[in-house]
Nanobody, 123 residues
Framework: QVRLVESGGGLVQAGGSLRLSCATS????????MGWFRQAPGKEREFVAS????????YAEDSVKGRFTISRDNTKNTVYLQMNNLKPEDTAAYYC????????????????WGQGTQVFVSS
């Protein structure tokens, strides 16, 4: 059974940091490209960052570049999103997604999804 389980969300003040984790099972993690997406209330789900299955290439949405870093640990079957200098507009539910080999900034390209973890950033 394929499972993606996010953790690490919570309430933080503006300027603070959080690290999200997404643990996967049921898939060969080293073959997966991983993505993080977020969805704020009343808005569409949007791309945040992705990392290729090789781990050699990462991509980030412009508004988070320089603040968020995506990484992976193949020994733990886990992908991370380190979020620094958080802003109130980062408040959203954050979802990790997985796809075999192909990294993408489009949600439709990912075959597997987690249930999400909530991030609240207070001003």
């Amino acid at each position: 059974q394929v499972r993606l389980v996010e953790s690490g969300g919570g309430l933080v003040q503006a300027g603070g940091s959080l690290r999200l984790s997404c643990a996967t099972s049921g898939l060969t993690f080293r073959e997966l490209s991983m993505g993080w997406f977020r969805q704020a209330p009343g808005k569409e789900r949007e791309f945040v960052a992705s990392i290729q299955w090789t781990g050699t290439s990462t991509y980030a949405e412009d508004s988070v570049k320089g603040r968020f870093t995506i990484s992976r640990d193949n020994t733990k079957n886990t992908v991370y999103l380190q979020m620094n200098n958080l802003k109130p507009e980062d408040t959203a539910a954050y979802y990790c997604a997985a796809n075999q080999y192909v990294a993408s900034n489009k949600a439709r390209d990912y075959a597997y999804w987690g249930q999400g973890t909530q991030v609240f950033v207070s001003s």
